[in-house]
């Protein structure tokens, strides 16, 4: 009888140094979830961003490949630039046959500013061709026609045109790293596109405009 009065009675509480010591664990256990769910959070958005970076280096691809005239190709470096980076202000080069000037093949903000050839001496478009690497202003130019990044359309080592981007939107300050990646591609599909317009099966190239 002793036995059962002992087994139906109450649980004594907790010392209060025990429930001290669980409110601790408790409040630990607490901060580690919330930072396991941050970093979860911050990896999702990261994969996110990938996502999306290659969802427009898959679409700036395509549009390119589908390019076969300058007229064409001028309109695909305009949607690019423009949707893709965030500029308004740009100019599309081809380098000459004899590799002494940069001559205007299309461009948007900048039409009646700069001039439609640009012999090769000194400055950003002149060390693009020469050295057959994308250029970018390191501090940001203050003149509106100092571009501030220059890419080289390339066929392998072969630079055959140069892009110079001049303004970018106002809601954007500055490139980020994704627009690095899609200066590459620029660099590398920007240039073949260039190339299949010049000569789309190997023969004559194509008549500019056609």
């Not at 901060?31 to 999702?44: D, G, K």
């Not at 050839?117 to 509106?144: A, K």
């Not at 630079?159 to 001049?166: P, Y």
Request: aromatic share 4%; net charge negative; hydrophobic share 35%.
């Amino acid at each position: 009888m002793q036995r059962d009065e002992q087994r139906d009675a109450p649980a004594m509480p907790e010392h209060p140094e025990h429930l001290t010591r669980r409110v601790r664990e408790l409040q630990q256990e607490n901060e580690a979830l919330h930072t396991r769910v941050h970093r979860l959070s911050s990896e999702r958005q990261r994969l996110e961003t990938r996502m999306s970076d290659l969802a427009r280096l898959y679409t700036a691809s395509t549009r390119l490949r589908e390019s076969r005239t300058d007229s064409e190709l001028v309109a695909t470096f305009e949607e690019i630039l423009k949707d893709l980076l965030g500029s308004e202000s740009f100019a599309v080069f081809e380098l000459e046959p004899d590799a002494s000037a940069l001559s205007w093949l299309g461009g948007m903000g900048v039409d009646s500013t700069l001039p439609r050839r640009i012999p090769l001496g000194e400055g950003p478009l002149s060390f693009v061709v020469q050295e057959g690497r994308i250029w970018v202003s390191e501090p940001l130019p203050t003149e509106n026609l100092a571009p501030r990044a220059c890419i080289p359309l390339r066929l392998g080592s072969q630079v055959l045109g140069v892009i110079a981007i001049f303004q970018l939107l106002p809601h954007k300050p500055s490139f980020e790293a994704a627009d690095h990646v899609l200066f590459e591609l620029l660099e590398t599909q920007g240039g073949m596109a260039l190339h299949c317009a010049r000569c789309p099966t190997g023969g004559e190239p194509l008549t500019r405009g056609s």
